[in-house]
């Protein structure tokens, strides 16, 4: 539903409990657009006392990393189309940072299969083997959702990556990039710089921060394209969305970072946790 306040009347106590927030997926990487989204996606449920819910992808929308790596990153199924130029390792990134900025939010997180290493949108499929009906109802100008439901890749050099037994009769019903031998899970398990690491990293840190998860949020004084919000006493997430590196606040840790800091400062397309003691006295300076 593209009306939040519509979307969350779903969600009183005696009908769902929560339901997927498209409209912070749907938003362009811009701090503007995500702030505005989770302020209004947050002052929908506090009425009907329901979590709210953060989401990146799912089985019907292009893939963050590939979103996040176009020139227009916002998301509508009316604008899909095949061809369009993508930097990955731009959108990787990104992607990266979104993934701590959404499991910094009070409420609920969902995460797609695969976004969690850090998969692209396949879009050079054979159309002969595409399934999803929308491809052939727009006579091919829209690549359909079959991009982002690849099989995923377990182990191994070669397709099908362990998804299927080694002495298999047939192949998955999509093919899977010969290239995808550095996403698996086996490739990234142990790599401190992977998206999996961080992924796990995140949730442990999330499960086990008595801030996060159900509570209030509280926006930090930062300047234009940085957010900046404390959780509880001494949790901030900084993400920095303004093109230049920033500094980070007083903080005693950093508890984890999706890129490395730079001569001490967050770079562009970032998101770092970070323990402080008096996070509200927090400022960010370019």
Known sequence: LPDIERFALYLRPDELHTAFNFDFLARPWDADALRASIDETLAAHAPVHAPSTWVLSNHDVTRAV?????????????????????????????????????????????????????????????DE?????????????????????????????????????????????????????SLTVQAQQSDPS??????????????????????????????AGVLAFARGAAFVSVTNLSGGPVALPEHQAILLSSS????????????????TQRPTAGHLTT
């Open 194 to 223: 992977s998206m999996l690491w961080l992924y796990r990293q995140a949730l442990r840190i999330r499960r086990a921060e008595p801030a996060l998860g159900d509570g209030p949020l509280t926006w930090l004084a930062s300047p």
């Open 66 to 126: 590939t979103r996040y790596g176009r020139e227009d990153s916002s998301f509508a199924f009316a604008k899909k189309r095949k061809g369009t130029p993508t930097d990955l390792v731009l959108g990787r990134r990104r992607a990266r940072a979104a993934a701590l900025l959404t499991s910094g939010l009070p409420g609920s997180l969902y995460i797609y299969q695969g976004d969690d290493l850090g998969l692209p949108e396949v879009e050079d499929l054979p």
């Open 260 to 275: 490395p800091l730079v001569c001490g400062l967050l770079p562009s397309d970032s998101t770092a946790w970070l323990r």
């Open 129 to 181: 083997l595409r399934e999803d009906p929308m491809h052939e109802r727009s006579g091919g100008v829209d690549p359909g959702r079959d991009g982002c439901r690849v099989p995923l890749p377990w182990r191994g050099t070669t397709p099908p990556f362990g998804f299927s037994p080694d002495d298999a009769s047939s192949e998955p019903w999509l093919p899977q990039p010969a290239d995808w031998s």
